[in-house]
């Protein structure tokens, strides 16, 4: 890979490497964290009632339901 590397280096691209696990980085993580402590409400709610929530919320992410990075 490093002759790759320094082909890819001298056409002006750099590589970031990640680490193993970043979950601020990783979108999926961040909206989940957002439904479990803004967008959903601190309640008991059955397996059904949990899932209609979070299908409320995927239906309406991008309107009522907004990820700003």
């Not at 790759?4 to 961040?30: C, D, H, M, W």
């Not at 439904?35 to 009632?49: F, G, I, T, V």
């Amino acid at each position: 890979i490093q002759p790759a590397l320094k082909l890819l280096q001298k056409s002006g691209v750099t590589l970031k490497f990640l680490p193993p696990y970043s979950p601020e980085l990783n979108r999926i993580e961040v909206m989940w964290r957002l439904m479990k402590h803004r967008w959903l409400a601190l309640k008991r709610r059955s397996k059904e009632e949990l899932e209609q929530a979070v299908d409320h919320v995927f239906a309406n992410f991008g309107g009522k339901f907004k990820m700003e990075f």
